[in-house]
């Protein structure tokens, strides 16, 4: 197949969160499948253009490989030069309907100009999901009758952004009124692009199989569960993957020491360095937890700020990297003063210290209120490290409870969504950390287990071939 992945974000290049990881791993696990790909996002005013050689193609488009041949192209224009993605400490940009209209249309006139015609475009999220209806538009205005254009499928990273905006910007989008209805980009008087984008598709997925069922409810469907059960019959679960060739404790040149499911004492010598280098006094029998994540409510930051000073009490370490709603790095802030020898806590984005905080904690914390999917869970599993989790989305597919089952557990999971309950889970796992032979056996439990992009690539691809036969049977 020919496949053309349009996205807001993707590794190396442009991150803000599990959206670019995705966007990262997926085409080079697609080519390894034999089909060819194409990548295309906004060239930010960060894109790391460092470490690929870019050309231009002409003044709108540069272009680079990625892996073993995975053409990645970037659209440009000075709405995209700033210093955020998506906005600044003031909020969101104000443009963003235009910014994210303009890489649309420019995403599909790049595949006109480079003559590649895909069999299917895959779009994220809602700064991609006007693709589908520009789609469809052009088939029914352009395109000869017995041309075929080529099928969409939407990926839905987290329902909670839907790009809304005010119904008088929609000139801005380049269509006309007719597609603000109930069946279109309506949204309570209001355009939603990512509701545009769930009703015009020709297949949709969520990134857990549970996330898929959560969102069809009204506690987790955010004003769309509607919109999706319209449409439940063409709507699943793919759960992401991990790209091991990043996160891997043997070959990471990140972390201070590498190790393997053989050597797991050299993830002693990790935690001891990590001590030291975050001014914690260097203990390898202190259980000591690891946060990596934005600092925002959804992540479940507000349990962890309430339950560091139990945490501290019990004699256990905290190290947290992160940053987010300035009253979560205050109140972070505040504990490092009061608990200097116990909670480290860095603000800033820092690739190194995240690899290291996953290859020298014991425990990770991911609390989520909601998980779509969640990547922190599973790359901790790879370098030995114990996820503590909330029972919701992705979590809860990928992490079985060691309290439940000992013998086959792969973290500690609990259902309550208050602090009280993620402490039970921490003072669970710092119970079985003391029996040091059960401890490694859970370690090395979860080294093993394998969620490698390949299988979900195989799935997305299967994906491909349903959207191409419902666009099939839509046109005929």
């Given at each position: 197949m020919k496949i053309a992945l349009c996205t807001s974000e993707a590794v190396p290049f442009a991150k803000t969160g599990g959206l670019a990881d995705v966007c990262g791993a997926l085409p080079q696990e697609l080519e390894a499948l034999g089909h060819e790909v194409v990548l295309i996002l906004p060239k930010y005013q960060s894109v790391r253009t460092t470490s690929f050689l870019f050309k231009p193609l002409d003044d709108d488009y540069d272009m680079t490989l990625y892996g073993e041949n995975v053409r990645v192209f970037l659209v440009k224009h000075d709405m995209f030069l700033r210093a955020g993605l998506y906005g600044d400490s003031f909020g969101d940009y104000p443009d963003n309907l235009r910014r994210f209209s303009y890489f649309c249309g420019k995403s599909l006139e790049l595949l006109d100009k480079i003559a590649f015609t895909p069999d299917v475009i895959h779009c994220h999220d809602w700064q991609t999901s006007l693709l589908p209806l520009y789609v469809k538009e052009?088939?029914?205005?352009?395109?000869?009758?017995?041309?075929?254009?080529?099928?969409?499928?939407?990926?839905?990273?987290?329902?909670?952004?839907?790009?809304?905006?005010?119904?008088?910007?929609?000139?801005?989008?380049?269509?006309?009124?007719?597609?603000?209805?109930?069946?279109?980009?309506?949204?309570?008087?209001?355009?939603?692009?990512?509701?545009?984008?769930?009703?015009?598709?020709?297949?949709?997925?969520?990134?857990?199989?549970?996330?898929s069922k959560e969102v069809q409810t009204e506690e987790f469907g955010c004003g769309l569960e509607g919109v999706l059960a319209q449409r439940k019959d063409v709507f699943c679960g793919i759960v992401n993957g991990v790209d091991y060739k990043t996160w891997n404790p043997q070959g990471d040149k990140l972390i201070f020491k590498n190790y393997t499911i053989k050597t797991p004492q050299d993830k002693k010598i990790n935690k001891l360095k990590l001590q030291a280098a975050c001014n914690l006094p260097q203990d390898e029998d202190v259980l000591l937890l690891g946060f990596v994540g934005r600092l925002v409510e959804q992540k479940g930051v507000e349990l962890i700020l309430n339950m560091i000073p139990e945490c501290v009490r019990a004699g256990m370490q905290v190290v947290v990297l992160g940053v987010g709603d300035p009253k979560y790095e205050a109140g972070l802030f505040s504990l490092v003063q009061q608990y200097a020898h116990n909670v480290f806590f860095s603000s800033r984005f820092d690739d190194r210290l995240a690899h290291q905080i996953y290859a020298g904690s014991d425990v990770f914390l991911m609390p989520s209120q909601f998980e779509p999917c969640g990547i922190g869970q599973?790359?901790?599993?790879?370098?030995?490290?114990?996820?503590?989790?909330?029972?919701?989305?992705?979590?809860?597919?990928?992490?079985k409870d060691v309290s439940a089952d000992p013998d086959k557990g792969s973290g500690f999971v609990f259902s309550s969504f208050h602090a009280k309950a993620l402490f039970a889970s921490v003072l669970a796992a710092k119970k079985l950390f003391a029996k040091k032979a059960a401890?490694?056996?859970?370690?090395?439990?979860?080294?093993?287990?394998?969620?490698?992009?390949?299988?979900?690539?195989?799935?997305?691809?299967?994906?491909?071939?349903?959207?191409?036969?419902?666009?099939?049977k839509a046109r005929i």
């Open positions: 052009r088939a029914r205005t352009s395109l000869p009758r017995a041309a075929k254009p080529p099928a969409t499928v939407l990926t839905i990273h987290n329902m909670a952004y839907q790009g809304i905006f005010p119904k008088d910007k929609l000139p801005e989008t380049g269509l006309g009124w007719e597609y603000f209805t109930m069946s279109g980009l309506e949204y309570y008087d209001k355009i939603n692009l990512l509701k545009g984008g769930i009703l015009h598709a020709d297949a949709l997925n969520t990134v857990s199989l549970t996330y599973m790359i901790s599993f790879k370098y030995g490290t114990i996820p503590v989790v909330y029972k919701t989305g992705g979590l809860a597919d990928t992490v401890w490694q056996d859970l370690m090395k439990r979860v080294m093993r287990l394998n969620f490698s992009w390949k299988e979900s690539a195989r799935k997305y691809a299967a994906l491909y071939e349903k959207a191409q036969r419902l666009s099939q």
